[in-house]
Every structure is written in structure tokens, then in C-alpha cells.
């Protein structure tokens, strides 16, 4: 079974410029969550996916940030226009649906570099 | 305060010693508690969730004290292969994770 993938591993900007980030949940999983690790800090939450419905966005730092599931499958995380500030690493990560809280599996990650 | 809070380390640890790190967490109402792995460079795996009777897997075992808000992880026989950094993770409930800070462990040949 294909894990979380998350494209492009690697993405070096300048502020000002956007940038799309892309997560390919485990086939079958409704839950998708995006995460940001800064650097020096601890992985933060950014928001939470069910299907294609945005279940919680708390985390979401500004409107520069817009997160998209359309059609409950893949999911995008626009940057626009990207600060230095939004460096770091963005995972996904997705779970199925289920009544108990079940292991969130994560992707590789997204490493961000705004020059 | 953090809502997960754990020392940073780092901790050096020889060959085949157990070594114990240690989470405390803000939220009685908390809902799950989990010990993630992540390897430099890699994302967090799952290495154990904690439940409150305790649980076991081969050298690992997880605790929970909910009275005092206070996760553990033992590792003991520690293998070169343990060296990571190890993340105290709570659901508080609403399905998102929080995460401590990490503790960096590296074993010493």
C-alpha cells in the first residue's frame, strides 16, 4: 500500500513569489491534515480535512495560506504571497475515517525556503 | 506554558543502556497520547500510542499517569538504530495533534 505522498520535497522561493504544495493521502483515507514545523520549533497543525469538507482551519496562520480537497482526494496548500516567516516543513498526513481517534499516518514532508 | 512540554535534550546514551524520557501535558481532558519517532530529514512515525494501563512493545514501554498529566517512554537495550528524536504526541479531543518539542536521543557505539 502507497503511503502519504507530498510533492515537491523541496521548494526554494522568494517573498513575495507563491508557492503550491501537493498531498496524495493513503488511498481510501478521509481524514487529511496539514502540519508546519518551523525551524527550532515544534510541528504545529494547520488544518484538518474531511472528505473534501474543512473540518477545522484553526491553525492556519493568515489568509496568505488557502488549503483545497476537491473531491475528497488529493489536497493543496497554496503560499501566496510567501514571507520569510513561512519557511520550514509542511507534512501531511491523512487517516481513515473512523469513530476512534486512529494513528495519523505523515508524508515525507514539503521543505520551504523563502529567500 | 506549552500544551506539551518534554526536555529537548540531547540525550548520549552507550550501547545497550535504557534511557527514560518524559512528556507533561496541559489538557486533563485529554483524549490519546502517543510516542512518534522521526528520523533526521524524515517525517514522524508512529513508534507506540500510550494507554493508561501502560503498554509494552519488545524494548519500548509507554506510561501514562493522567492524575499528573505526565507521559513516559523506556527504552531499554538500546541499539545504535534507536538514535532520533522521539515526539510526545496528544489528540486533547478535537482530532489534531499536538506535539512537544522532541527529545534527540543518540546512541553511542
Known amino acids: 500500500e502507497a503511503g502519504v505522498t507530498q510533492f515537491p520535497s523541496h521548494s526554494v522561493i522568494e517573498k513575495g513569489q507563491t508557492v503550491t504544495l501537493r498531498c496524495d493521502p493513503i488511498?481510501?483515507?478521509?481524514?487529511l491534515y496539514w502540519y508546519r514545523r518551523v525551524m527550532g520549533k515544534e510541528i504545529k497543525f494547520l488544518l484538518h480535512?474531511?472528505?473534501?469538507?474543512?473540518?477545522?482551519e484553526s491553525g492556519m496562520p493568515n489568509n496568505r495560506f488557502l488549503a483545497e480537497r476537491t473531491g475528497g482526494t488529493y489536497s493543496t496548500l497554496k503560499v501566496q504571497p510567501a514571507e520569510l516567516e513561512d519557511s520550514g516543513v509542511y507534512f501531511c498526513?491523512?487517516?481513515?475515517?473512523?469513530?476512534?481517534?486512529?494513528?495519523?499516518?505523515f508524508g515525507p514532508g514539503t521543505r520551504l525556503t523563502v529567500t | 506554558r506549552k500544551e506539551v512540554e518534554q526536555d529537548p535534550g540531547p540525550f548520549n546514551v552507550p550501547e545497550g543502556a535504557t534511557v527514560a524520557f518524559n512528556c507533561t501535558y496541559s489538557?486533563?481532558?485529554?483524549?490519546?497520547f502517543f510516542w512518534y519517532r522521526q528520523d533526521c530529514r524524515k517525517e514522524p512515525k508512529l513508534l507506540m500510542s500510550?494507554?493508561?494501563s501502560g503498554n509494552e512493545d519488545g524494548r519500548f514501554t509507554a506510561q501514562l499517569n493522567r492524575a499528573s498529566q505526565y507521559i513516559s517512554l523506556l527504552i531499554r537495550d538500546s541499539k545504535l538504530s534507536d538514535s532520533a528524536t522521539y515526539l510526545c504526541?496528544?489528540?486533547?479531543?478535537?482530532?489534531?495533534?499536538?506535539f512537544g518539542t522532541g527529545t534527540r536521543l543518540t546512541i553511542i557505539p
Open positions: 498526513a491523512s487517516s481513515p475515517l473512523a469513530g476512534e481517534y486512529d494513528e495519523q499516518y
Open positions: 488511498s481510501g483515507h478521509d481524514n
Open positions: 480535512f474531511v472528505k473534501e469538507s474543512k473540518q477545522d
Open positions: 489538557n486533563s481532558a485529554s483524549q490519546s
Open positions: 500510550v494507554y493508561s
Open positions: 504526541v496528544v489528540n486533547f479531543g478535537n482530532e489534531k495533534l499536538t
